[in-house]
């Protein structure tokens, strides 16, 4: 293919994606499925790479990131970047409104309302209609610029179709619910540190300094000011802002007055929480821009426009008792047991209390009438106690010295607010939790194994350490109640297969505190083997990129102890993998396609047959859809699944058939 050729095709293929993008985020038209997208953008990206010249600043292939940004470079923002003033309630809505009526002097106006989207503000600079700069909000006068990270997000266009020459537009980039929360999910299961919350995810993740992580974040963008000549009014500028390809939320509208500004916040108290994105609170704006003008600003704030912030959902209830969870690690979790109460739509049973000095900041007394909210955090919390409808002769909550389930006084470690037991060998929750760990689907997935047989294996004595998982037998087994020969057969080949996980996934499996599913793919990355990480020095573990001193730190404590090293001599003995296995591509024959895989396999773990996939060019995902090419179905498959598989006319094969699609 010459240059010229190339440049076509290339242009052709922009042109495609954009409009692909365009029609997706915009109006919600899937056009080809993600399989086409992503076949059209990997040819594009090999054209761009063979031919340089073809990349241009608005290129399609901007989305997927891939710039490493050291420091972002402070600028100045065209105009300030302002904040608006709070308001809480509809005394101080009439105040700003008796405000506005008067500055105009008998004029009549009216309002625009907004939702006010929870995210980060964010400016963008367009020149001839192509995206040339996008800064943060900063310190309102001067912000970062992440043109870079801001093209990976999807709704913001590269490309827009004004007659003007050069125009600026803001809004907020935010992190959608849905994307959040699985976020959160996928770090639990890998063991690592929860996010707090949406905002402050969306804000991090748009300072990171690859693009291709932030690509990864799946941020979305909402805008909702046009800074340009030639519209009059607010509305005018929104309109025309999604003729030219911006992406507004369409949930604005024009009052004509305060009371039906009131009727807006009141409409979507509720409604908002249906919305993909968080919302704290409603946004009004004078509509005509010379009214705009006419009010002014403040040192700070438009007179023009305000907020109205919605209460947090907040809720009281009484405190019934005060439970306190051992997690693996001893770490001990105080939680508060609560008359149930509706918030924001769920019942809530029970809030976290954090720890000794929550409770302590709280003043918690026993049975106290308390305030549980939910911001965007996952967990209710316990913000406050209702000291009024507190009981005469209560007693202050105590927290426990002992552990709850061991009775071994409590220590606490220095430089952390939880306490621990430090009962490690003994304390049964932390033998259970610890055995949990190991049977994740991220460690050895063995799911013929669940919390109650643990449990129940443990009572018996015969399931005190990961190791006695594989001196189980038969006879054992059959003897407990509730077990047949079916499920103890199922349970003996769960644990059989399990000796083929990856060494990496045994590795998480160990539960060395701050060794998540991540951080252990990393030390593999370094370490071929388990003789190799323990003989590892500090030095050597923070030398590895992503491996801080508090990882290593646990590292090295994880292997000094002489009961750790013990129980990776009996692992080691039972068969499983303490040695990578070669990183090395064997082929491309699944190249483009996608599979999900469940159940339970003759010939190969889970672990294996996932990275048989993707040694073989193939992808592995987690959901059907109806653009999965196969389901790869074991024994013992979920019906839902099935039935999903088949409505949306996915492929379902068996292991037989994989083999012999691999071998073709
Ligand atoms: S207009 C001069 N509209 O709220 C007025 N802001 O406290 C500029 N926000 O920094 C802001 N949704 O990050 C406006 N529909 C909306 C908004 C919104 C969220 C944020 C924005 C701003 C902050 C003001």
Same mark, same amino acid.
């Given at each position: 293919m010459d240059f010229s050729q190339?440049?076509?095709?290339?242009?052709?293929?922009?042109?495609? &994606?954009?409009?692909?993008n365009h029609e997706y985020y915009m109006n919600d038209q899937s056009l080809v499925s993600d399989q086409e997208f992503d076949h059209l953008m990997e040819e594009l990206i090999s054209l761009e790479s063979l031919f340089p010249e073809l990349k241009t600043p608005d290129s399609p292939s901007q989305r997927v990131g891939g710039t490493i940004n050291k420091a972002f470079e402070t600028v100045a923002h065209s105009t300030p970047m302002l904040s608006l003033a709070n308001t809480y309630s509809e005394e101080e809505l009439i105040e700003f409104d008796k405000?506005?009526?008067?500055?105009?002097?008998? %004029?009549?106006?009216?309002? =625009?309302?907004?939702?006010?989207?929870?995210?980060?503000?964010?400016?963008?600079?367009?020149?001839?209609?192509? &995206? =040339?700069?996008?800064?943060?909000?900063?310190?309102?006068?001067?912000?970062?610029?992440?043109?870079?990270?801001?093209?990976?997000?999807?709704?913001?266009? &590269?490309?827009?179709?004004?007659?003007?020459?050069?125009?600026? =537009?803001?809004?907020?980039?935010?992190?959608?619910?849905?994307?959040?929360?699985?976020?959160?999910?996928?770090r639990a299961e890998a063991d690592e540190e929860l996010?707090?919350?949406?905002?402050?995810?969306?804000?991090?993740?748009?300072?990171? %300094?690859?693009?291709?992580?932030?690509?990864?974040r799946k941020l979305d963008c909402y805008l909702y000011m046009l800074l340009a000549d030639g /519209?009059?009014? /607010?509305?005018?500028?929104?309109?025309?802002?999604?003729?030219?390809?911006?992406?507004?939320?369409?949930?604005?509208?024009?009052?004509?007055?305060?009371?039906?500004?009131?009727?807006?916040?009141?409409?979507?108290?509720?409604?908002? /929480?249906?919305?993909?994105?968080?919302?704290?609170?409603?946004?009004?704006?004078?509509?005509?821009?010379?009214?705009?003008?006419?009010?002014?600003?403040t040192a700070k704030t438009p007179k023009w426009a305000i907020a109205y912030k919605y209460k947090a959902e907040s809720a009281c209830t009484q405190l019934k008792s005060i439970t306190y969870q051992v997690g693996r690690t001893g770490a001990i979790t105080p939680v508060a047991e609560l008359e149930p109460v509706l918030l924001a739509g769920t019942t809530v049973k029970r809030a976290s209390l954090h720890n000794a000095n929550e409770i302590e900041r709280l003043d918690l007394h026993e049975n106290d009438f308390v305030f549980v909210e939910k911001g965007g955090e996952i967990i209710p919390k316990v913000?406050?106690?209702d000291i009024l409808q507190r009981k005469q002769n209560t007693h202050q909550v105590k927290y426990i010295t002992a552990c709850p389930a061991c009775r071994t006084a409590l220590i606490r470690k220095e430089g952390e607010a939880a306490h621990y037991c430090p009962n490690t060998e003994h304390c049964p929750p932390q033998i259970t939790g610890r055995i949990e760990h190991f049977i994740h689907r991220n460690a050895m997935d063995i799911d013929s194994l669940g919390e109650r047989t643990i449990q129940l294996l443990f009572e018996q004595?015969?399931?005190?350490?990961?190791?006695?998982?594989? #001196?189980?037998?038969?006879?054992?087994?059959?003897?407990?109640?509730?077990?047949?020969?079916?499920? =103890?057969?199922?349970?003996?080949?769960?644990?059989?297969?399990? #000796?083929?996980?990856?060494?990496? !996934?045994?590795?998480?499996?160990?539960?060395?505190?701050?060794?998540? #599913?991540?951080?252990?793919?990393?030390?593999?990355?370094?370490?071929?083997?388990?003789?190799?990480?323990?003989?590892?020095?500090?030095?050597?573990?923070?030398?590895?990129?992503?491996?801080?001193?508090?990882? !290593? !730190?646990?590292?090295?404590?994880?292997?000094?102890?002489?009961?750790?090293?013990?129980?990776?001599?009996?692992?080691?003995e039972a068969g499983l993998n303490f040695v990578t296995t070669v990183h090395t591509k064997a082929?491309?024959?699944?190249?483009? &396609?996608?599979?999900?895989?469940?159940?339970?396999f003759n010939n190969y773990g889970r672990e294996e047959l996932k990275k048989l996939i993707k040694s073989h060019g193939?992808?592995?995902?987690?959901?059907?859809?109806?653009?999965?090419?196969?389901?790869?179905?074991?024994?013992?498959?979920?019906?839902?699944?099935?039935?999903?598989?088949?409505?949306?006319?996915?492929?379902?094969?068996?292991?037989?058939?994989?083999e012999s699609l691999l071998s073709n």
């Open positions: 190339a440049k076509s095709r290339a242009e052709e293929l922009s042109k495609l &994606l954009h409009k692909y405000r506005v009526a008067k500055g105009l002097e008998g %004029q009549n106006y009216e309002y =625009v309302c907004e939702l006010k989207f929870d995210g980060v503000a964010i400016s963008l600079q367009y020149e001839n209609n192509t &995206l =040339v700069r996008a800064i943060t909000r900063g310190d309102g006068t001067k912000g970062d610029d992440i043109t870079d990270n801001a093209k990976t997000i999807r709704s913001i266009p &590269l490309r827009i179709d004004s007659p003007l020459p050069r125009l600026e =537009v803001r809004g907020e980039v935010f992190m959608p619910k849905a994307v959040f929360e699985k976020l959160n999910k996928e996010y707090a919350n949406a905002r402050n995810t969306a804000s991090g993740s748009l300072k990171m %300094q690859d693009s291709t992580q932030v690509a990864k /519209h009059e009014s /607010h509305e005018e500028a929104l309109d025309k802002m999604v003729q030219w390809g911006f992406n507004v939320s369409k949930t604005y509208q024009k009052c004509s007055s305060i009371q039906e500004v009131i009727k807006y916040i009141e409409n979507w108290d509720e409604k908002r /929480h249906t919305l993909p994105v968080e919302t704290d609170g409603i946004v009004i704006k004078v509509n005509s821009l010379e009214q705009q003008n006419l009010l002014g600003f913000t406050g106690v004595g015969w399931l005190n350490r990961p190791s006695d998982l594989y #001196k189980l037998t038969y006879d054992q087994l059959i003897q407990l109640e509730g077990f047949k020969e079916l499920s =103890v057969n199922n349970l003996l080949n769960g644990i059989e297969q399990s #000796k083929k996980a990856p060494f990496e !996934a045994v590795l998480f499996g160990l539960g060395i505190r701050f060794v998540g #599913k991540t951080v252990a793919e990393k030390l593999i990355e370094h370490f071929e083997n388990i003789d190799a990480l323990m003989s590892a020095s500090f030095e050597e573990l923070v030398g590895i990129q992503e491996i801080g001193e508090r990882i !290593a !730190a646990s590292v090295i404590s994880y292997f000094e102890i002489e009961d750790n090293r013990k129980e990776i001599e009996r692992l080691k082929s491309s024959s699944l190249e483009g &396609l996608t599979f999900v895989i469940s159940g339970v193939g992808k592995v995902v987690s959901s059907i859809s109806k653009n999965l090419d196969y389901l790869v179905a074991g024994d013992k498959m979920g019906p839902a699944k099935k039935d999903k598989a088949e409505k949306l006319q996915v492929r379902i094969i068996s292991e037989e058939d994989f």
